[in-house]
């Protein structure tokens, strides 16, 4: 079982930056692949970025990409993502989530999921 625990979230006007962390329990995180995911009101849940249990590959949506980055550190059990040149059209709530060892790109291939932190930004 791994829980997952995010935190970083807040309101930062566009063209700011914050940086979400993802804190999982489990002594075998570092063969998670792991992901983060955001939903805007009315909605999909839709993937932002992924990255492997090796953290030899990563992925990205197309809307962030050069923007956004997803690192992970075993040592600490902990997932990030970087937003840099954040739009109002990144307003969400993000969630990371946790699934067996590779990339996942769509939420139904992921296992565990944390409850989410909201990200606003101003125009």
């Known amino acids: 079982q791994v829980q997952l625990v995010e935190s970083g979230g807040g309101l930062v006007q566009a063209g700011g930056s914050l940086r979400l962390s993802c804190a999982a329990s489990g002594r075998t995180f570092s063969r998670y692949g792991l992901g983060w995911f955001r939903q805007a009101p009315g909605k999909e849940r839709d993937i932002v970025a992924a990255i492997s249990w090796s953290d030899s590959n990563t992925y990205y949506a197309d809307s962030v990409k050069g923007r956004f980055t997803i690192s992970r550190d075993n040592a600490k059990n902990t997932v990030y993502l970087q937003m840099t040149s954040l739009k109002p059209d990144d307003t969400a709530v993000y969630y990371c989530?946790?699934?067996?060892?590779?990339?996942?790109?769509?939420?139904?291939?992921?296992?565990?999921w944390g409850q989410g932190t909201q990200v606003t930004v101003s125009s």
């Open positions: 989530a946790a699934r067996d060892y590779g990339l996942g790109y769509t939420d139904s291939e992921y296992k565990y």
